[in-house]
């Protein structure tokens, strides 16, 4: 692991003690070997160590907590799931850790206003399941579902392959209850699904990765579930060819819930991990396309559109999958394409994101960057979105010249800006991009970020050290 501590903070005593008090002695962790854990998240090799973490079980804790901090000027890091991708959980200053982990209740499932209302630690998997269970759905779906939670997904407004149809986190969120650095404790939203009551604060937290509040408790929105599912893999010779057919689904009105791209060092090392060969082994890239509705006709009807336009496109065949066992061992290895790469050595995730229709341009001009520099990338991501995620390997050749390693990832993001697009599509900023911010947002975009951020921190206790440089 590599240590990215600055300015670090540590506790006195008399300061561990003060804060076991609110949480519990068993509640604050303090040995070296219990807080490794939450010395880091997924990002690359990263690690910087916290002085303690509490664990806090409810808002008034939380409260407590942070106007401990307060009066303290205590750095104070939210942590979730720690599964996060830029760095956004690592403790960079030291000082308190804070984990909602124990704060895991799924408090109600409201079937009749289709909301559910939960703590900000429910992993979003066991979210899903329970509202699957009563016939509904909680569509946003990061591939990290089975350990990441709804308080790091509202806090980075997570996406994920759903987000094609069904939009990112964001778009669920009817209210929250956060806790600001000062230890007070909001309320926005809830249960109305029209309320144009003030600010809308819910949308200024949601994506704030953990810098102006500490979610506690989320109400999520709800939709019946979808009677009907489909998948449809389509391999193709070149990446480019499938990239372009992405733009041909759209244009021909097809919705499809999922649209994703893979290539095929993504695919052969996910395969590989899961022990199964993919049918077209020499594909360059594939398409993985769902579709859901109401009813078996539907679905089948996009779907078979969908199939003949893949072919069209060039697609060297199109392979269905109908029942769920079928679409779900599809799914398992495009989730485990993250797990796959990371056990190829440490690597940096770009989460690029362009309009969809710059597409082919941004994985052709990936590939020449990227092979100029001599590394070979994996490109895969939530195609329909525009969003793709570049993985690059930090071994080699890239360990002997790391300035050849980061000119290539600078020129690779000025490529996805060139395009009319963003440096993070769902990752955020956390600590990897904020030094690249300012290439995004124009000086008054960013002076207006600062004055909110200085506004609801006026101490700067909360997440230091992350989105602003
Ligand atoms: C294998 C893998 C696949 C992934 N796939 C996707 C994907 O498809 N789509 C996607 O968007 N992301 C994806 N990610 C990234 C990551 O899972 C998401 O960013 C996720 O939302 C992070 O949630 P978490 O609970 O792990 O949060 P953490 O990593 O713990 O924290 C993330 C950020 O949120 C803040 N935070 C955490 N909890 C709170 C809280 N209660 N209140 C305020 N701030 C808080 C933290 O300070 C930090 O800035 C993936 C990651 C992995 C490892």
Not at 59 to 72: F, K, N, Q, T
Not at 137 to 151: T, V
Not at 336 to 361: F, H, K, N, Q
Request: proline share 6%; net charge negative; glycine share 10%.
């Amino acid at each position: 692991m590599r240590d990215v501590s600055e300015d670090r903070r540590d506790l006195a005593g008399e300061e561990l003690a003060g804060l076991a008090a609110i949480v519990g002695p068993s509640h604050l962790l303090v040995a070296p070997s219990d807080v490794e854990a939450y010395a880091h998240d997924w990002t690359e090799d990263l690690a910087a160590a916290p002085a303690a973490v509490a664990r806090p079980r409810t808002v008034e804790e939380v409260s407590a907590l942070l106007a401990y901090c307060s009066a303290r000027r205590i750095p104070v890091t939210p942590q979730a799931g720690r599964t996060g991708l830029s760095g956004g959980a690592i403790p960079v200053r030291g000082g308190l850790a804070l984990s909602v982990e124990r704060m895991a209740s799924i408090l109600e499932i409201d079937a009749a206003n289709l909301v559910a209302v939960v703590e900000a630690g429910v992993v979003t998997q066991t979210l899903q399941e329970a509202v699957e269970a009563e016939g509904l759905s909680y569509p946003p779906d990061p591939a990290s579902r089975g350990s990441c939670c709804i308080g790091g997904n509202v806090a980075e407004n997570a996406g994920g392959p759903h987000a094609a149809k069904y939009g990112v986190t964001g778009r669920w969120v009817m209210g929250l209850e956060a806790v600001l650095p000062s230890g007070a404790v909001l309320t926005t939203g809830g249960k109305t699904r029209k309320d144009v009551a003030g600010y809308d604060l819910t949308s200024l937290i949601v994506g704030s990765e953990g810098t102006l509040a500490v979610v506690t408790k989320a109400w999520l929105r709800l939709i019946p579930k979808p009677r009907s599912a489909a998948v449809l893999v389509a391999p193709f010779p070149t990446l480019e060819e499938a990239a372009r057919c992405v733009v041909e689904i759209t244009r021909n009105g097809l919705l499809p819930a999922a649209l994703e791209i893979v290539d095929k060092p993504a695919i052969d090392v996910a395969s590989a991990k899961k022990g199964v060969t993919p049918p077209f082994p020499e594909a360059d890239a594939r398409l993985l396309v769902e579709f859901d509705g109401g009813g078996d006709e539907e679905v089948e009807r996009d779907v078979m559109r969908c199939g003949e336009l893949a072919l069209a496109c060039g697609a060297l065949d199109v392979v269905l999958a109908t029942d769920e066992a079928r679409r779900r061992a599809l799914w398992d290895v495009r989730r485990g394409i993250s797990e796959a790469i990371r056990d190829r050595g440490v690597s940096v995730e770009l989460d690029l994101a362009v309009p969809r229709t710059e597409l082919v341009a941004l994985v052709t001009g990936v590939r020449r960057i990227a092979r100029g520099a001599g590394l070979d990338p994996f490109c895969y991501g939530h195609a329909g979105d525009g969003n793709l995620h570049v993985r690059l390997l930090r071994t080699g050749e890239t360990e002997r010249r790391p300035e050849r390693f980061e000119e290539a990832v600078s020129e690779i993001y000025a490529e996805a800006l060139r395009l009319g697009g963003t440096l993070t599509g769902e990752h955020g900023v956390g600590i990897h991009l904020r030094s690249r911010l300012p290439l995004r947002l124009a000086p008054p975009l960013l002076a207006a970020m600062r004055a909110v951020k200085d506004a609801l921190d006026p101490l700067g206790i909360l997440n230091p050290g992350k989105v602003f440089a």
